[in-house]
């Protein structure tokens, strides 16, 4: 072998060898780090929506195309409504991490505030809210027949003129059964005056169009295929709520919200005139232990989504961190503060996501690792340094044995010494120290030789 190659090796082993352990430590505090913090979020998430062809099953569509990006799979759970979505967000094994909410859906208990448990219950996960995302109008859609016959009028403009007639309120577990067993009380009207039914939206629709009912409520954004489809059809009117700022004065959750003549279809004026209605925000709600990087990344979307202009908002509205329901999710604060995390803006997400949550780890590792690596330089030295100076103790046993033993067996002895060094290899910058051995090792042979 080539005394160059032989003498790369030579360093490339003493440096592997020096330096091996300090990486092994260094590797095995990025290891624990990362096991602790486990900064990279699940690849699958679960969110639960609501009825097909409705606005949060459409919306829920959108966020999955988002997160798609980013490599996160977002499955989309169909549920009957807000009411199941909160029911499935208590429940610890229901396997949903996320889910819209409309507001008012969780009646709070009387002392209780933001920052208690919402669910209720001590078995429950607490939830985190990931801010109101937009305006949830409750739209009580009316055959005009249906008007003539009950209210003896072409428009119906108060609750109590359904009375006698049957209104269907939405299945179990959507958010508008209660919203409207609320809305009857405080408009006085007893039990039983109208008839209720709860059937889900499509066979609800159908029964509407089919004259088997005479109204239906659903609280929805507008970009649901049922109320774009119900609000341009011919015998099909929306109900104007006239005492929109009454009822929001009385009900905090709802807000009233006004849909402007001609916004569904400028050319056929629809609507003929502005509508008032009430609309509950709906939040996209979260399990507490919701990975961080997830929560910013459905923020994010959201953003996406929901943050452009419609029909009852500007653009900007939506998201926002307005929410007195439920506590705000830490990581949902920092985006609507800070916006999107500055080192997204220039690497990939996986790698950014990395960098933000480890960089303190990374600080604290930097800062045991230097004080170590001091020790590298000195322990290096002395491994190249043993090669020669291991000899010295044999060197001084010949010398000791002046006078004592045989001169011809110390003879020997040196020259078995200088073979062995003929055969030792050091780096270039130590061969003084090679070179100072051989020259006591003469020293020594000369003075054998003279006695």
Do not use: C
Request: overall charge positive.
């Amino acid at each position: 072998m080539p005394k160059a190659l032989q003498t790369a090796l030579l360093m490339l082993r003493e440096l592997l060898f020096t330096a091996g352990p300090f990486a092994l430590l260094a590797a095995a505090l990025l290891w624990g780090a990362y096991t602790v913090l486990q900064p990279n979020p699940p690849r699958t998430v679960v969110l639960a929506t609501g009825v097909a062809q409705g606005a949060y099953a459409e919306f829920g569509k959108r966020y999955a195309t988002q997160l798609a990006r980013h490599g996160i799979t977002v499955q989309l759970r169909e549920t009957q409504g807000s009411a199941e979505n909160l029911a499935l967000l208590q429940q610890p094994g229901s396997g949903v991490d996320l889910a819209f909410v409309q507001g008012g859906t969780w009646q709070k208990p009387a002392g209780a505030d933001v920052a208690d448990n919402p669910a209720g219950t001590a078995d429950a996960p607490p939830l985190q809210s990931l801010g109101r995302m937009f305006h949830e109008p409750v739209w009580l859609f009316y055959r005009d027949d249906s008007a003539h016959r009950l209210a003896k009028a072409p428009q119906i403009t108060r609750l109590a003129q359904l009375a006698g007639g049957t209104l269907n309120v939405g299945a179990p577990g959507s958010g508008v059964p209660p919203l409207l067993q609320t809305l009857l009380a405080a408009n006085r009207i007893p039990p039983g005056a109208i008839s209720l039914q709860q059937l889900p939206t499509t066979p609800a629709v159908v029964d509407l169009l089919a004259g088997k009912i005479d109204a239906l409520v659903l609280a929805s954004a507008p970009e649901s295929l049922m109320v774009q489809m119900l609000l341009q059809t011919p015998g099909i009117s929306l109900f104007n709520v006239a005492q929109a700022e009454a009822y929001s004065r009385r009900f905090p959750v709802l807000n009233p919200v006004l849909l402007p003549r001609g916004v569904v279809d400028l050319s056929r004026d629809l609507p003929p005139a502005d509508v008032h209605l009430l609309a509950p925000t709906a939040a996209l709600l979260a399990r507490d232990g919701l990975h961080p990087a997830l929560v910013q990344l459905f923020v994010q979307a959201a953003q996406q989504v929901h943050g452009g202009a419609g029909w009852f908002q500007r653009k900007g509205d939506f998201p926002n961190a307005d929410d007195s329901e439920w506590p705000l999710a830490a990581e949902a604060q920092r985006f609507y503060r800070n916006g999107p995390p500055w080192l997204q803006r220039f690497l990939p997400f996986w790698l950014a996501n990395l960098a933000d949550r480890m960089w303190l780890a990374l600080l604290g590792i930097v800062a045991v690792l230097i004080p170590l690596s001091r020790v590298l330089p000195p322990l290096y030295q002395f491994r190249i340094r043993r090669r020669v100076f291991r000899w010295y103790a044999q060197l001084r046993t010949v010398e000791d044995g002046m006078g004592q033993r045989p001169t011809s067996e110390l003879l020997a002895e040196l020259a078995d010494i200088d073979t062995h060094l003929a055969r030792t290899t050091v780096p270039l910058s130590y061969a003084d120290e090679l070179y100072a051995l051989r020259g006591h090792i003469n020293m020594v042979r000369q003075r054998l030789k003279a006695a």
